[in-house]
Each structure stands twice: as structure tokens, then as C-alpha cells.
């Protein structure tokens, strides 16, 4: 069953709305960051991952972004034009605003941190007035970060784009993608996470991420009482992720179902839900099932987390697809009915 219709008749597959930012991943491995000293350099946030995996697997992509009016501004244009993703609506800063950076620590295969720097940051001065209307209509669907959402003007165009999406029947998706900067409090994020779940046909985000949204509403005691919450206020499908553990994706028809993670050699605790989301969702769009889509999405996580990098290692749906092959010959199937 479809639980969601895209218009074939749109040009663009996804267009996603939120954060560009560069990582820099360290090359001495597994120790502190603080005895780090040599980095390569990669594009990064979560959106702008989501976008190139989306693009390398084969789909038309858009993206509404602001960037830095600089050398970096430059490289994530010319990263994103070279894998194929529209870049007319990424404008520039005006008022000295950088992209944001993140600095990883792989301490071990299976214990990394992230130190964001989020001041001032680029990626949050999207304006209202940068959301055009005609664009989204040009889209089967629209991604929002929940970034996006941490502080003002970005919010407001965040916001502004799903009301748009749902007068047009654009397909609403929401990553939720907690990160604790910039964010003033509790509340402020339970307020905004709601207003931008209440509205999405698909939600993606771990249990962790799901507490926070519902903190206001009331914590539900379990992921089914998640699911049911956003099933009742029009979530098509709820997909609730617990690491390690693997994941669960719930369909407003009552069903639910699991999937266990990939075997594989971890390189890093990161990177793998930006993997999850994209072969999840283009998995979607090109009418997989939603056992077809954890098991793509599934593999995905497991190739990004043996990988230095998280854009410049999303792979093709070819190899996602041996990926998965050799996985199921060695170690059987990974989904199950709940």
C-alpha cells in the first residue's frame, strides 16, 4: 500500500529548507579532539547530506538555502551544482554571516562527539521573502530540517514553506534534527517541533527527538502512543529511530514495522541518519513499500557509519542495492511485521 502520493507531474523529486554547514572530520583517529590535528574538510549539515544522498541516488533535487557571502559559500555551491542539485534559490549573506562549522571527534568506532559552531550563522538568516511559492509548487516534496527552526528569520521561512507545501499539495517531510545549539530552551523547542510535525505527512526523528517535540503535549510512554499522537493529527508515516537498536516506521493504518541495523565495520558514530533519510525517502517517491524503504534506509546508515564522511561517501542506489544483497545472503532479513 501507498500511504503517500507524490505527483509525478512535479519536476523536482525533494526540495529540502534548512542547514549548510562545513564538517571537518579528523584524520588521527580514535582519540580526543583535543590531540587532533590534521582534518579533511567536507560539506555538511544534515539537509545538505539528505540532498546529495537524494541527488546520487538518482533524484532531482532543489534547495533553499542561505550561505555565506565567501570562499565557503562558494564551495558548497559548486558542491551542490556538481552533484546535480538546483542552486537558484541559495542566496547569499549580506551582513558578514559565516557558514556554520562542525568539528567531529571519532574517538573510538562507537563514541564520537560533534562541536558545532552556530553564532551568527548563515543557514538561520533565511528570510521569509526567500521562499517562493512557485518553486515549492515545482516539487513532489519538501524537506524541513528542524534547525530551521531554532531561532528567527529561518523559522519564519521554514514555517512560511510549509503552508505553502500544503496549499499545494506538496508532500510535507520533517527531519526533526536536534541540535542543542543556538536553541533557548525546552519549551521553545516542543512549541515549534509541534507546529511543524502537526503538519507533515512524514516524520523522521529518535526517540530522543520525539520526547522533545511532545514535551508540552505530554511524553508518550511508548513509540506506538508517539506514532498514534501524529497518525491522529495527519502523519501518513512515523518513523522512530533508537540507534543500535534499529528502527520502527509506523503507517496510519495501524501497521508497524522493524528493521535491525546492517552489520558493519563502524568507522563512526555519525553521519547515518542522513544516509537512513535519503534512501528512506527516495524509496518513497519511487513507490517501495515501507518495509522496502527501512531495509534501503537501513543499509544506507550502515554504509555512511563505516565511512570517513557523510556527503562525500552517500552512495549510488546500485551500491545500496549490492549493499543489501551480500548483507541478506550472510545474515538473513532485516524487517520485520510487528
Not at 557571502?69 to 552533484?83: M, N
Not at 558578514?96 to 563514541?111: H, Q, R, V
Not at 509541534?194 to 512524514?202: E, I
Not at 524503504?293 to 564522511?309: C, D, K, P, V
Request: glycine share 8%; aromatic share 10%.
Amino acid at each position: 500500500m501507498q500511504y503517500i502520493t507524490f505527483d509525478p507531474a512535479k519536476e523536482y523529486d525533494l526540495i529540502l529548507l534548512g542547514r549548510v554547514a562545513i564538517d571537518f572530520n579528523p584524520v588521527d583517529l580514535n582519540r580526543p579532539l583535543e590531540e587532533s590535528s590534521n582534518f579533511n574538510k567536507y560539506l555538511g549539515g544534515s539537509p545538505a547530506n539528505i540532498a546529495v544522498g537524494m541527488a546520487r541516488l538518482g533524484k532531482k533535487i532543489g534547495f533553499l538555502a542561505k550561505v555565506s557571502d565567501d570562499q565557503f559559500g562558494d564551495y558548497v555551491v559548486h558542491y551542490f551544482e556538481k552533484e546535480g542539485i538546483d542552486t537558484s534559490h541559495i542566496t547569499r549573506c549580506k551582513h558578514g554571516e559565516n557558514l556554520g562549522l562542525t568539528f567531529t571527534e571519532i574517538k573510538s568506532p562507537t563514541e564520537s562527539n560533534i562541536l558545532m559552531y552556530r553564532d551568527g550563522v548563515a543557514d538561520l538568516m533565511l528570510e521569509p521573502e526567500d521562499v517562493d511559492e512557485e518553486y515549492i509548487c515545482r516539487a513532489k516534496a519538501l524537506l524541513i530540517s528542524g534547525t530551521a527552526l531554532a531561532a528567527s528569520p529561518s523559522r519564519e521561512a521554514a514555517l512560511k514553506a510549509i503552508l505553502l507545501a500544503k496549499k499545494n499539495g506538496v508532500v510535507v517531510i520533517f527531519d526533526i534534527d536536534y541540535r542543542a545549539y543556538t536553541w533557548r530552551g525546552p519549551d521553545e523547542i516542543s512549541i515549534y517541533y509541534s507546529m511543524a510535525a502537526s503538519n507533515a505527512d512524514l516524520i523522521l526523528g529518535s526517540r530522543e527527538e520525539f520526547d522533545l517535540t511532545e514535551r508540552i503535549q505530554g511524553v508518550c510512554e511508548s513509540d506506538d502512543e508517539s506514532a498514534a499522537r501524529w497518525h491522529s493529527l495527519g502523519a501518513k508515516i512515523v518513523v522512530i529511530k533508537h540507534g543500535k537498536e534499529g528502527s520502527m516506521a509506523y503507517t496510519c493504518d495501524g501497521k508497524h514495522y522493524a528493521v535491525k541495523p546492517f552489520p558493519t565495520n563502524a568507522l563512526k558514530g555519525f553521519g547515518g541518519g542522513d544516509g537512513y533519510a535519503s534512501s528512506f525517502i527516495r524509496a518513497l517517491i519511487d513507490g517501495c513499500s515501507v518495509p522496502q524503504a527501512l531495509e534501503y534506509g537501513s543499509a544506507s546508515a550502515s554504509m555512511l557509519i563505516s565511512a570517513h564522511s557523510c556527503s562525500a561517501a552517500m552512495p549510488t542506489l546500485e551500491a545500496v542495492e549490492q549493499f543489501i544483497k551480500e548483507e541478506k545472503e550472510k545474515y538473513g532479513e532485516m524487517v520485520v511485521l510487528q
